[in-house]
């Protein structure tokens, strides 16, 4: 079979995605996100006379709460497959990640199912996370003086 047959047959059965609706959706989506937790931020200020620093704690755990309960309720995958980025870019994706693993290895046990995989998928972000938060602060001290 010559290159371009193949490609001409992976082109045929390869799906296509329409991006820019994707993006789109993505936005609007993920700017929702970005309301509702001003939104629980203004909430837990105005409620429980909370400072927003301190708010902005409370609203983190709440949306960690909410992706892990729809996690474990099985709707997290249906809304990520129709709104893409605007699910899995905020907190609300880590806290799928590491309870999508947990749920899959709880049969494993405590330790050994649950304590061993549950940092397998969310285990980069974090590393990730911590390297550039490092590198950058080292670049912010050099560069800008402290």
Known sequence: MEKKEYKNIVDKYTPN???FKNAIVAFLIGGFMGVLGNFLIEIYSLYFDLSNK????????????????????????KWVNFAKCGLIVPITGFAHAMM??????????????????????????IIFGVVSAYLFGLLRVFVMGG
């Open 54 to 77: 301190d708010a902005s704690v409370f609203m983190i755990i709440t949306l960690v709460f909410i992706g892990c309960f729809l996690t474990c309720l099985g709707f997290f995958d």
């Open 100 to 125: 999508s693993a947990a749920l899959e290895y709880r049969k494993e046990g405590l330790v050994t199912g649950i304590g061993a995989n549950m940092f397998k998928l969310a285990g980069s972000v």
């Open 17 to 19: 995605e329409p991006r």
